[in-house]
């Protein structure tokens, strides 16, 4: 086998290297969307109506779940999912601290108390032994986050909801289509909240949020409380939101829904491309990488990567220099965050999430990233890092193969 190929400076080196790219998603699927978004103003139909059921029956195909009811937000689809799971004022629901913040501000917004317990290291997923100690005789609710694309451990949860008579809540807002165990994100739970914020996976052309779920009760109560709980005919049972989907909204995403398979796989591929070049060039060592658990399906809306040794803050400047994006999720851990001093958590309570705070450090995996530019990543890192870069052939071959040579 030949030695590594030496190529410094071959790997596109002039142009900037953006974090996420969506016109680059668009230039493929233009045609599409613009058909689709006609069809809404020849019918003039903006709220709610054919394309909104639609998508509905199609989410639910997809997730495989009975329901799928449409809103404004993911973060709507959390409050909402909250309120139809029973969750009352001062009911403590458990989640993460290493999550946007919308997971602890739902449960906040519907006046249930937020309770934090540290991540597994590895996935940066909720931790089950943590979630287990923190439960209580007021826990309504425990609401795993399957972080970056990849499902939360769920069995020990599941175990736990049968044992406490517990619902779960999922919130999947960066994993649709994630698997755990063959099973995909929105039927791990009671009910699953996705979020079609424009930089998810499946992103809208603006705000949207969908629920799944197979209870038929709980179906009827996310129906109407994203109308102001009306059951139909003004008959208001419950005081609920204006939490609509948009038709506008239905009809791009049930374009995108179609292509959603193919740029999973093209997130894998560049993750895969990642590794075997983080790993042939010997990075490894200050930069871990992200690990997918046995048993899943991850979907990469990140590629988290850590940078330890202290060295992150020098990593980005020269990244930033060097003109590629990269980006910090999360900076801070919510139970640091000063909207919730009043739940009393300080610093050094939750270890783990903090260490990730400040070690954490995403790379650009959208779909249509070039190879190229992929390569000028690493390349970045190489310089940021003060290593030689170098290119093995064929880049994506797999990195033992190569090591071996
Ligand atoms: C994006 C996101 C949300 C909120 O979704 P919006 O559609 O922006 O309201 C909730 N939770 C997580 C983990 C998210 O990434």
Redesign the pocket.
Known sequence: MSPSNPRDGSADSGSPVPFIDLVAQYGTIRNEVREAVDRCFETQTFILGDEVVQLEHEIAAYCDSAFAIGCA??????ILALLAAGVKPGDEVITSPF?????AG?IHRVGAIPVLVDIDPVSFNIDPACVEKAITSRTAAIMP???FGQCAEMEPLWRMAGAYDIPIIE?S??AIGAEYRGRRTGVLGTIG?F???PT?NLGGAG???IMTTDNPEIAARLKRLRVHGDTGGYNHVEVGFNSRLDALQAAVLRVKLRHLDKWTDGRARNAERYENLIQANGLDDVIQLPQTLPGRRHVF?QFTTRITGGRRAEVMKSLKEQQIGCAVYYPIPLHLQKCFAYLGYKQGDLPEAERAAEEVLSLPIYTELPAVHLERVVQGLCKALDRPYTLPFPASAPAVQRKAA
Request: hydrophobic residues 40%; proline residues 0%.
């Open positions: 937000s993911g973060t709507d689809a959390l999550t946007f913040f919308a997971s739902a986050v399957h972080i919130d807002a960066q909240c979020s079609f914020f998810k705000d949207g949020g809306n």
